[in-house]
């Protein structure tokens, strides 16, 4: 019966690759169900370092059946890399689904993402420029193509043959970028759809027998809460539900279903791409955590704007998606640096309020209200109990979980699957 979402909490990059690794030991299925290859996430094992964008990771586990949802959009030629990248490292692909109802990122969404790009000069969004948000419009106005229909050639045809003449004239006249191919799109099309064949399927049977069977199924979240296309801090978002709504409409499954929503959060607060980050750290404190956590994007590699826990945000997003467990990450990092800092509130026109406001110019505005807290003298990487931690280490970390006002259920102290502090048993 049960399912198990996993969230991420901020703006992305918190660490839920490594969680979803983990916890997928326990797993039947493990199902991503929004974004695209604009996430990536690492995992390191005792087999080496796995990269990935949008295979869900638990397919390094061998009894778990990984699932690309509906509610993913897929760039066929970035699947395919992903594919044969993992099977160089021995990893089976034969548990992989796609299902036949995720979108399609076209070569002319990738074109599209850099032209809009471009074209709001100063107000860019600073996207990953992998097509994501041009492919949900499409998907939003009924002229997407789903991967489904490179099943379907005949069809196929005479769709893109309708969507090309729109695109290429928004590309040409608009943007006066260089129109697409049909002949070169539809016979790349029948070659996405010749290679991936064997994955393409209807994902919702495969979930709901698995439901019915009371198989435990893992809702691998991409990107963060804070960049939900509703709830995050708009328009500086992506295009997809990243919250738990989003789960349930991007895999077809009741939110009955649904026994934990478990949300990641790093101990410090990380972002790519613009729009306001309170707790920001444009000096020497953001560098240095920048470079020991080598916060730099895993799909573009730009660097990751750094700054302390920002727990308005962190309350926000566990509150919206009803968390009923958080695991914190990369505690590890903050070893060395003294004092630390959590913001607990922010000051808004003179006034303290701690509610995360709905605009972007009012979270521009917001100046954070910290405390603070020494920082502890041994350090905490690799610890595997929490008698391990320091006592300024607990402090902290307990502080934390007061805040978000829900229970810890793990620390992560280094990347490797044992450098984990369990607090709460999950599975
Ligand atoms: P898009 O998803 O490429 O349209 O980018 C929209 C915003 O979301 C940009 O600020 C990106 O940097 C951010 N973003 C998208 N995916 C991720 C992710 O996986 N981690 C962190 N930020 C992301």
């Not at 789903?146 to 069809?155: A, F, N, S, T």
């Not at 709830?231 to 934990?260: F, M, R």
């Given at each position: 019966?049960?399912?198990?979402?996993?969230?991420?909490?901020?703006?992305?990059?918190?660490?839920?690759?490594?969680?979803?690794?983990?916890?997928?030991?326990?797993?039947?299925?493990?199902?991503?169900?929004?974004?695209?290859?604009?996430?990536?996430?690492?995992?390191?094992?005792?087999?080496?370092?796995?990269?990935?964008?949008?295979?869900?990771?638990?397919?390094?586990?061998?009894?778990?059946?990984?699932?690309?949802?509906?509610?993913?959009?897929?760039?066929?030629?970035?699947?395919?890399?992903?594919?044969?990248?993992?099977?160089?490292?021995?990893?089976?692909?034969?548990?992989?689904?796609?299902?036949?109802?995720?979108?399609?990122?076209?070569?002319?969404?990738?074109?599209?993402?850099?032209?809009?790009?471009?074209?709001?000069?100063?107000?860019?969004?600073?996207?990953?420029?992998?097509?994501?948000?041009?492919?949900?419009?499409?998907?939003?106005?009924?002229?997407?193509?789903?991967?489904?229909?490179?099943?379907?050639?005949?069809?196929?045809?005479?769709?893109?043959?309708?969507?090309?003449?729109?695109?290429?004239?928004?590309?040409?006249?608009?943007?006066?970028?260089?129109?697409?191919?049909?002949?070169?799109?539809?016979?790349?099309?029948?070659?996405?759809?010749?290679?991936?064949?064997?994955?393409?399927?209807?994902?919702?049977?495969?979930?709901?027998?698995?439901?019915?069977?009371?198989?435990?199924?893992?809702?691998?979240?991409?990107?963060?809460?804070?960049?939900?296309?509703?709830?995050?801090?708009?328009?500086?978002?992506?295009?997809?539900?990243?919250?738990?709504?989003?789960?349930?409409?991007?895999?077809?499954?009741?939110?009955?279903?649904?026994?934990?929503?478990?949300?990641?959060?790093?101990a410090y607060?990380?972002?790519?791409?613009?729009?306001?980050?309170?707790?920001?750290l444009?000096?020497?404190i953001?560098?240095a955590i920048?470079?020991r956590?080598?916060?730099?994007?895993?799909?573009?590699?730009?660097?990751?704007?750094?700054?302390w826990?920002?727990?308005?945000?962190?309350?926000?997003?566990?509150?919206?998606?009803?968390?009923?467990?958080?695991?914190?990450?990369?505690?590890d990092v903050l070893d060395g640096f003294s004092p630390l800092k959590?913001?607990?509130?922010?000051?808004?026109?003179?006034?303290?309020?701690?509610?995360?406001?709905?605009?972007?110019?009012?979270?521009?505005?917001?100046?954070?209200?910290?405390?603070?807290f020494p920082g502890w003298?041994?350090?905490?990487?690799?610890?595997?109990?929490?008698?391990?931690?320091?006592?300024g280490?607990?402090?902290f970390?307990?502080?934390?979980?007061?805040?978000?006002?829900?229970?810890?259920?793990?620390?992560?102290?280094?990347?490797?699957?044992?450098?984990?502090?369990?607090?709460?048993?999950?599975?």
């Amino acid at each position: 019966m049960p399912a198990y979402a996993i969230i991420g909490g901020q703006w992305g990059d918190e660490g839920k690759g490594k969680v979803v690794d983990f916890l997928s030991e326990g797993a039947h299925i493990v199902a991503r169900f929004s974004g695209g290859n604009n996430a990536g996430h690492t995992v390191v094992t005792d087999r080496g370092e796995f990269k990935f964008h949008l295979i869900p990771s638990g397919v390094l586990w061998p009894h778990v059946t990984g699932i690309i949802g509906n509610g993913v959009v897929v760039d066929p030629d970035a699947l395919l890399e992903e594919i044969s990248g993992l099977q160089a490292q021995s990893v089976d692909m034969s548990r992989l689904l796609v299902s036949d109802r995720a979108h399609v990122i076209m070569p002319y969404h990738v074109a599209l993402d850099h032209l809009e790009e471009q074209a709001r000069g100063e107000g860019a969004i600073g996207t990953t420029g992998k097509g994501i948000g041009p492919a949900y419009m499409d998907k939003a106005a009924r002229v997407g193509i789903r991967m489904g229909d490179l099943l379907d050639e005949k069809g196929l045809l005479s769709s893109l043959g309708f969507i090309l003449e729109q695109k290429n004239t928004l590309i040409t006249r608009l943007y006066g970028g260089a129109p697409f191919s049909l002949e070169e799109l539809y016979e790349r099309c029948r070659e996405w759809g010749r290679s991936l064949e064997s994955f393409i399927r209807p994902a919702g049977p495969v979930l709901q027998e698995a439901l019915a069977k009371k198989q435990r199924l893992l809702l691998e979240g991409a990107q963060g809460s804070m960049l939900d296309l509703d709830h995050g801090t708009y328009p500086y978002v992506t295009s997809s539900s990243s919250t738990i709504g989003g789960a349930c409409t991007g895999l077809g499954i009741s939110p009955k279903h649904i026994q934990e929503v478990i949300g990641i959060y790093k101990a410090y607060t990380t972002r790519v791409g613009s729009g306001a980050l309170p707790t920001e750290l444009k000096d020497e404190i953001g560098e240095a955590i920048r470079e020991r956590a080598w916060e730099y994007g895993t799909t573009t590699g730009r660097p990751r704007r750094c700054g302390w826990f920002d727990a308005v945000a962190a309350r926000y997003s566990a509150t919206l998606n009803g968390m009923t467990s958080a695991v914190l990450t990369r505690l590890d990092v903050l070893d060395g640096f003294s004092p630390l800092k959590i913001c607990v509130a922010y000051r808004l026109n003179g006034k303290v309020t701690d509610c995360f406001p709905g605009s972007a110019s009012a979270l521009e505005a917001c100046e954070p209200v910290y405390e603070e807290f020494p920082g502890w003298d041994r350090p905490t990487a690799g610890a595997r109990h929490i008698s391990e931690l320091p006592q300024g280490a607990v402090n902290f970390v307990r502080r934390i979980e007061e805040l978000l006002g829900c229970p810890l259920s793990m620390v992560s102290t280094g990347p490797d699957r044992e450098e984990t502090i369990i607090l709460k048993p999950i599975l």
